[in-house]
Structures are given as structure tokens and as C-alpha cells.
């Protein structure tokens, strides 16, 4: 669950803390470990809302873009923040720079800096920041992260994308039937009332789904609006997100493409790490987090194997980590040295046969999801006419 904490921190005042917790105490046990004294929690109820006006996102993506241009043209590290500091405009975002340049003025390294100003940079942000205080690298650093970041955010707009179609057309759909049963089916059943007559079956079906939903028009129309918001709602939490993963996984089909896409997830990253020289065993941890529970189940094994001196491409393999294209790269990064660059390319491999599997996913569902709705609206709009075509019958 989700706590909002107002804490006071010396040098920094009060400020509001958003922590991932099982409860309130361990929230609170979280943001002491930090440093801070906690003043109030709230949230954390399974059916509390987010709140509607919070403290903006950091725009890190942005941030690390103009404080490597920055960098690159020579100018150093704390009159790069300030320089970005001056020309922020947002409150938020200035206030997080401010708290940089305050740890910075103070002596502290940069990635200390950075744990300083809690929730806001990622600890594989900070992890790479670190590495590269220790080799001098900072610049290229920030370069890998950039590249990183602007890959993930790739993928994730080509998943967004494709799922956005079937949703419009899903709620439009929605919306055209309940017009039908609302307002044009009741009209037909007046007509059919003045006329008289036995009506078949399924229009009279029909016509009482209507009278219903005329009669109580109001309630279906504001339980529909509730009901696709708390959809929206659901859908943005972690343990739906899972659950909806869990389920995926049993179709066999899905459940490949989603262990690839989550092992591509793992590699990039890993690759990251371990091109900024963080060692093996303390990177995988660090992106243990990008797997699911059984995934994570396995990385603890091959954690253990590479530990006891197994070669990374063995305890893979061993822990059903691999698949046959990311095996023999492995092998090859570990002949030449060059893992980290491996790791990354065979993101990039599976990046792109993703893109392909998605497309023709999309070019597949549409057209099926098109042809359901149809048949739904045209079946209402065939129910609605059947008496008319039966009485055209009678009289010819």
C-alpha cells in the first residue's frame, strides 16, 4: 500500500513522503531509517482514491538529458545544477534542485546527494551515479541512463498505443448498445403495442431489456460512468497489475511473451549496471525487483550459483532465466568481457521482436474486436426490425 508521510528532516523542513508499505507502522519505520521525524500518515485504505492534486512527478528523463548536455560542454557539476535550478519554474522541481545543491555546497558526493532528496531518484539511478563516482565516468554514466530510460519509455508507449484502440472501441461500443436498449428499442415497442400482434421471442426479450433501461435510465448511466472509472482505478494499482499477470501467464501464448518481455526488462537494466561497473551479484539484486515472484524465486538461485563461482551463463541457464538466443550471447559476453554489452543487445533483439509480436497482435484483435461489437449492434438492430420483416412476410 501507498502512505503519504508529512516528516521534518533538519535542512530540509517539513516535507510529505510517498512510501510503498504493508502497513502504517512500517511506513513510519521507513521514513525514520531516513532520518526524518514523522508528523502524520494517511492513506493506505484498500479503496482510498490517489489524490487528485499532489506533488508533481520529477521530470528525471528531462533532468539527466540537460544535465549531461551540461556536462559535456565542460561545465562542472554543482554550477550545472544551479544553472538548472535558476531556469526551473516549478515549485516541486526547483525545491528537489535546491536540496541537491545544499548537500553538494555541504561536501557530500553526488549520489549521496541524491539519497538525500528520498522518493524521487530511483535506487538504480543512484546505484549508477555511484559507480561512476568511483570510476570518474560520470558523464558516460548519465549518457547509458539516458539511452536506458528512453528505450523502456519506447517499449511502454508501443504497449500504451496498442492497447488504446481496443479500449476506445470497447467503451464506444458500450455506449451505442445502451443508447439502442435506452432510447430507440422502447420507441419500436410503442409502434409494436399500437399495432398488436404476437412478437417472437427474443424480440420480446429484446423489448423488456429496453423498458428496463429506459425506466431507469439515470442509475445505468451513472452506475456505467462509476463503473469505468473505478476500471481506470483498478488498473493503476500493483496487486491488479499482478493479478492480471498471474492470469496472462496461464494462456500459453501470453505467458511466453510476457516472461520475454520481462527478462528484456532484466537484461537492459543489468547491462546497464554492469557497464558502469557495478559488480554481477549486487546488480542482480538491485533488478531483482523488474521480475515477478517466480521469476525472482529463480534469480535468488542463480544468485547462490554465481556466488559459488558458476559462470553467469550457467546459473541462467540452470535457474530458467534464458532463453536460447540469450544463452549463446551470454556465453559470447563472457568470452570476451564485454557482458554488459551483451546484456544489452539482447534487449534490443527482443525489443524488436516484441514490436513485431505487438503489431501483429493489433492487426489480429482489432478487426476481431470490430466484427463482436458489430455483430452485437447489428443483432439488436436485426431483433428490433424481425416483427416489421415477419408482418412484411404476412402480408405478401
Avoid at 58 to 84: D, H, K, M, N, Y
Avoid at 205 to 219: K, M, P, S, Y
Amino acid at each position: 500500500m501507498r502512505y503519504r508521510i508529512k516528516a521534518l528532516k533538519a535542512g530540509e523542513g517539513i516535507v510529505t513522503l510517498a512510501l510503498e508499505a504493508r502497513d502504517a507502522a512500517e511506513a513510519q519505520v521507513q521514513a525514520k531509517e531516513r532520518g526524518y521525524a514523522v508528523l502524520s500518515v494517511q492513506g493506505g485504505g484498500a479503496l482510498a482514491l490517489p489524490a487528485l492534486k499532489g506533488r508533481a512527478k520529477f521530470p528525471l528523463l528531462l533532468f539527466t538529458q540537460e544535465l549531461l548536455a551540461l556536462l559535456q560542454s565542460g561545465i562542472s557539476l554543482v554550477e550545472a545544477i544551479e544553472t538548472l535550478a535558476e531556469k526551473e519554474s516549478r515549485p516541486d522541481t526547483r525545491a528537489i534542485l535546491k536540496a541537491l545543491l545544499t548537500s553538494l555546497y555541504e561536501g557530500k558526493p553526488y549520489s549521496s546527494a541524491l539519497q538525500s532528496v528520498p522518493g524521487t531518484f530511483p535506487d538504480l539511478y543512484v546505484a549508477t551515479v555511484r559507480a561512476a563516482e568511483r570510476t570518474g565516468d560520470l558523464p558516460e554514466a548519465l549518457g547509458r541512463f539516458v539511452a536506458y530510460q528512453t528505450q523502456l519509455d519506447v517499449v511502454k508507449k508501443k504497449l500504451v498505443s496498442a492497447s488504446i484502440y481496443p479500449a476506445i472501441l470497447i467503451v464506444f461500443g458500450a455506449l451505442v448498445t445502451l443508447f439502442l436498449l435506452g432510447y430507440v428499442v422502447p420507441r419500436f415497442s410503442h409502434v409494436y403495442e399500437d399495432v398488436g400482434g404476437e412478437l417472437p421471442l427474443v424480440s420480446r426479450l429484446l423489448i423488456q431489456w429496453g423498458r428496463i433501461v429506459e425506466a431507469n435510465g439515470f442509475t445505468i448511466a451513472t452506475l456505467f460512468i462509476a463503473g469505468v472509472i473505478f476500471v481506470g482505478w483498478w488498473l493503476t494499482r500493483a496487486s491488479t497489475r499482478a493479478r492480471l499477470v498471474r492470469a496472462l501467464r496461464t494462456i500459453p501464448a501470453m505467458g511466453e511473451r510476457l516472461r520475454v518481455y520481462q527478462l528484456t526488462r532484466f537484461y537492459r537494466t543489468l547491462g546497464m549496471l554492469l557497464s558502469g561497473g557495478i559488480p554481477v551479484v549486487p546488480a542482480l539484486g538491485m533488478v531483482a525487483g523488474l521480475l515477478d515472484t517466480e521469476l525472482r524465486m529463480r534469480l535468488d538461485g542463480a544468485q547462490r550459483a554465481i556466488r559459488e563461482g558458476k559462470p553467469m551463463s550457467v546459473a541462467m541457464e540452470a535457474s530458467g532465466l534464458t532463453t536460447p538466443v540469450a544463452l549463446r550471447m551470454l556465453r559470447v559476453g563472457e568470452r570476451t568481457g564485454r557482458m554488459g554489452e551483451m546484456l544489452e543487445r539482447i534487449a534490443v533483439f527482443y525489443d524488436e521482436e516484441m514490436a513485431r509480436w505487438v503489431d501483429w497482435f493489433t492487426k489480429t484483435f482489432e478487426p476481431l474486436l470490430m466484427a463482436l461489437i458489430g455483430i452485437l449492434i447489428g443483432g439488436i438492430v436485426v431483433l428490433m426490425y424481425l416483427p416489421i420483416f415477419e408482418l412484411a412476410g404476412s402480408l405478401q
